[in-house]
């Protein structure tokens, strides 16, 4: 009798274990999915399902599948509050992708922090973020701080060294938190701020914005938001006769925004982390698996998504295990050859250091990279 019930128990623990090898591991995505900034958030989903379509295909995690659930954000923060809640109560994610838009992320990490589960985004730059010590919070990409005082002498060294700056952005943490960053690196280099205007991600008419910035005679106009927020301002711009040079952080001189504006890319330079133009095979098994799951060429935000899920899958492996701590502990060391850089973590949470400058210029339809960063100078 001893023995069939050591034989039942053996048979019961090997079913168990099997089981739970068999469960998938469930990651979940906030992100803006309707309102003026759906196709940036809707692009970074698809980045990350693109990443689970490849690491499923290739055995998955620890034995498991992915299983990857999104919730809309909306660039809101209580409704990626919301989100967060629902996805980590009923949907049992262990980490989350969250949530494009720095104030929905700053959001998102109060509620992380709460249920200790890890937090990482691919877009959200506001510097803030990774100044709270959250230790469950993680960005892979830049801060717009690093940017601005990286980047601020290059930026005014292609326009000739502008001299008045005007500011159009959004009014958020991201908007200003670029306000402070690239202000003060002109206003380093001998430039003054002479207008600042803030404007809502929903907004599509930016006439009165652009109406006091034209007023205020600056050298080049700088900004930052999404594609459409982007194109807008763009073509807005030059029908109002402002033929200055923009600068963008954001979606400026990406390849969606390019289609939106038509024959208003000249005199336009953009700060990106990723580019369809970067030309490696890892970049372009990326750009291909993509198109056969969207039909469509990815977008930063796309190409933000695909990392992010990767580091997650990475972190995953090397704990062993998908127990929070354990899981934060990998990510906290992460070291990770992304689509355009290595991403590092830095003790904070920051794991990029990477930017690339695009711009177009004359009356050229075809994007040109001035530069690209893997280890910014600021």
Known sequence: MKKVWAILAATTLAFWIVQASAQEIVIGGVSPLTGGVSYDGQTEMNGAKTAVEEINAA???????????????????????????????????VALIAALCSSGSGAVAEVVRKYKIPQITGVSTAERLTEEGNPWFFR????????????????????????KIAFIVTSDDWGRSAVTAYGEAFKKLGASVVATEYFDRNDTDFTEHLTKIRAA????????????????????????????????????????????????????????????????????????????????????????????????????????????????????????????????????????????????????????IVKRYDDLPG
């Not at 995690?61 to 409704?79: H, M, W, Y």
């Not at 892979?140 to 001299?163: D, Q, Y």
């Not at 291909?288 to 039909?295: E, L, Q």
């Not at 400058?357 to 009356?363: A, M, N, R, S, W």
Request: aromatic residues 8%; glycine residues 12%; hydrophobic residues 35%.
């Open 140 to 163: 892979a990409t830049t801060t717009t701080k690093l940017n601005g005082t990286s980047l601020g002498e290059p930026l005014l060294a292609m326009v000739g060294g502008a001299k």
């Open 59 to 93: 055995g998955g995690v620890l034995g498991r599948k992915i299983k990857f659930v999104t919730e809309d954000g909306a660039c809101n923060p209580s409704q990626s509050v919301a989100a967060a809640e629902k996805l980590i109560s009923q949907q049992k994610v």
């Open 217 to 368: 005679a600056p050298d080049v106009i700088f900004s930052v938001g999404g594609f459409q927020n982007a194109a807008n301002v763009t073509i807005q711009a030059r029908q109002l006769g402002i033929g200055i040079p923009i600068l963008g952080e954001g979606a400026y001189c990406s390849d969606p925004w390019a289609k939106l504006v038509g024959t208003f890319t000249q005199n336009t330079v953009g700060i990106l982390e990723w580019v369809p133009g970067i030309d490696d095979e890892p970049n372009k098994q990326f750009i291909a698996n993509y198109r056969k799951g969207f039909n469509e060429l990815p977008t930063k935000f796309s190409a933000a998504g695909y990392n992010s899920m990767h580091i997650l899958a990475d972190a995953i492996r090397r704990a062993g295990s998908t127990e929070p701590e354990a899981l934060r502990k990998a990510l906290a060391e992460t070291t990770y050859q992304g689509l355009a850089t290595t991403y590092r973590s830095d003790g904070k949470g920051n794991m990029a250091h990477s930017a690339v400058i695009v711009c177009y210029d004359g009356t050229s339809r075809v994007p040109r």
